[in-house]
């Protein structure tokens, strides 16, 4: 890891430590922890999270939450009370970590969310979980490897770019893609920082066809999922989430564009994740009835 990307993380650690200050686990919600996906036990780790009140024997929709990090830091510890607070909207949660950049360069990360979609499919139902029902949700680096993942789900185009990924058919039925990148190629200010981190995950000697080939906005399909799309006035990469709304619109998949702050009350990058903000709940309230719409409108459809 090159000093900037080693800077970036000691930022975000103490960004984290500040923003979870204080915060405790809510007492409606039940954590299930430090379960195995994948074969590397110590790491390949996820936390269920469950509404403690519950109908017996309901089955929750589902959300995955991909952490944000610059692709190099971040872990299921530090969204823990993010994601918790979400299951608070009557969701289970499955909150995990991922391998990082540069040890384990791109795709690694995609690959192990495609291992956790595939735990909640072949063991989510322990834990109350409806594996028919599953949402993807992230933000920075996470909303790119959500939003790339995606591609790779619903376009036959990019899943042949990544053969070590297999979805078996699986579509998530929403999206919350937040403050993420959507394409590589035109990285806004801070360029350094965003180009080193991005070197780190794509390795030193990527081309431009990487850089294409990482980018979600290339293959985003009329197939896409619904999705909620959001950044912030004051957050460093929000010039990525207009073109990803030109490119939705464009296909014609369903979208909600949000824009939050003010320039009496601004907001930046991952404000959504700092609980204490009322913005913040405002934000994560709205997406996840965007994903209860979605849901309804399905339940009239299946009708």
């Keep these: 890891m090159d000093l900037t990307a080693r800077l970036f993380s000691l930022a975000c650690r103490v ?4 923003k979870n200050r204080g915060l405790t686990d809510p007492e409606d919600i039940i954590p299930h922890e430090n379960i195995p996906f994948g074969p590397l036990e110590e790491t390949q ?8 009140e519950r109908t017996l024997g309901e089955k929750l929709p589902v959300v995955v939450s991909v952490h944000g990090g610059g692709w190099v830091y971040g872990s299921k510890e530090s969204y823990r009370f993010y994601c918790m607070s979400l299951a608070q909207h009557g969701f289970g949660v499955v909150n995990f970590t991922y391998r990082l950049a540069p040890q384990y360069p791109h795709p690694a990360q995609m690959e192990d969310l495609d291992l956790v979609v595939a735990w ?14 599953i949402f993807l949700v992230g933000d920075s680096a996470g909303g790119h490897l959500a939003a790339l993942y995606a591609c790779v789900c619903t376009n036959p185009e990019c899943a042949r770019l990544y ?3 297999s979805p078996n058919g699986f579509v998530p039925l929403g999206l919350a893609l937040n403050c993420g990148v959507y394409l590589m190629e035109k990285v806004p200010v ?12 794509l390795g030193e000697q990527a081309g431009e066809e990487d850089y294409y080939n990482a980018s979600p906005i290339h293959f985003v399909t009329r197939d896409y999922p619904p999705t909620f799309l959001m950044t912030a006035n004051l957050d460093f ?13 464009e296909v014609g998949v369903p979208y909600r564009y949000r824009v939050f702050g003010t ?40 009708k």
């Design 263 to 302: 320039d009496r009350r601004p907001l930046g990058h991952v404000f959504h994740c700092d609980l204490r903000l009322e913005q913040a709940a405002r934000c994560n309230r709205e997406e996840m009835e965007f994903f209860r719409e979605i849901l309804r409108s399905r339940e009239r459809i299946e």
């Design 237 to 249: 990469l929000k010039g990525q989430a207009p073109l990803l709304r030109e490119k939705l619109g």
């Design 120 to 133: 909640v499919k072949e063991k989510g139902a322990a834990y109350g979980l409806d594996r028919e029902r």
């Design 15 to 18: 960004g984290d430590r500040e």
């Design 190 to 201: 801070p360029v350094e920082l965003v180009a080193r981190l991005t070197l780190q995950l």
């Design 163 to 165: 053969p070590t990924l």
């Design 45 to 52: 780790l996820l936390d269920v999270y469950t509404p403690r």
